[in-house]
């Protein structure tokens, strides 16, 4: 069975950076995988999750508005991997943070798979 692990939560004060990692783990198949929607979801205390970013198979990034020109999204084919690498985080960005994985070459809404999370604290 596949899980999908993220890494790289943390603390960090306003201003501050983080990057997040979410590896595959387990016996999967590589071509689909390489084939999948990869991206990343976050849910704060009390709201509903929200988009953040997603990456398609063809490396096509897409971002939530609150995450132009402060985050980055990347996959690595050969390790299966996504990462999002997080700037200028300011309290609004505390949440926790998901990976999900898409059955689908560019649709992140699309049926797929998810992690446990990884909680983001951003302090004032």
């Excluded at 960090?12 to 016996?27: F, H, I, M």
């Excluded at 560019?106 to 999370?117: L, R």
Aim: hydrophobic fraction near 35%; glycine fraction near 12%; proline fraction near 2%.
């Amino acid at each position: 069975q596949v899980q999908l692990v993220e890494s790289g939560g943390g603390l960090v004060k306003a201003g501050g950076s983080l990057t997040l990692s979410c590896t595959a783990n387990g016996k999967i198949d590589g071509i689909s995988a390489r084939s999948h929607t990869l991206g990343w979801y976050r849910q704060a205390p009390g709201k509903q999750r929200e988009f953040v970013a997603s990456i398609s198979k063809g490396f096509r990034p897409i971002y939530a508005d609150f995450a132009k020109g402060r985050f980055t999204i990347s996959r690595d084919n050969a390790k299966l991997t996504v990462d999002l690498e997080m700037s200028r985080l300011n309290p609004e960005d505390t949440a926790i943070y998901y990976c999900k994985r898409a059955y689908n070459e560019d649709d992140i809404a699309a049926v797929g798979e998810w992690g446990q999370g990884t909680q983001v604290t951003v302090s004032s």
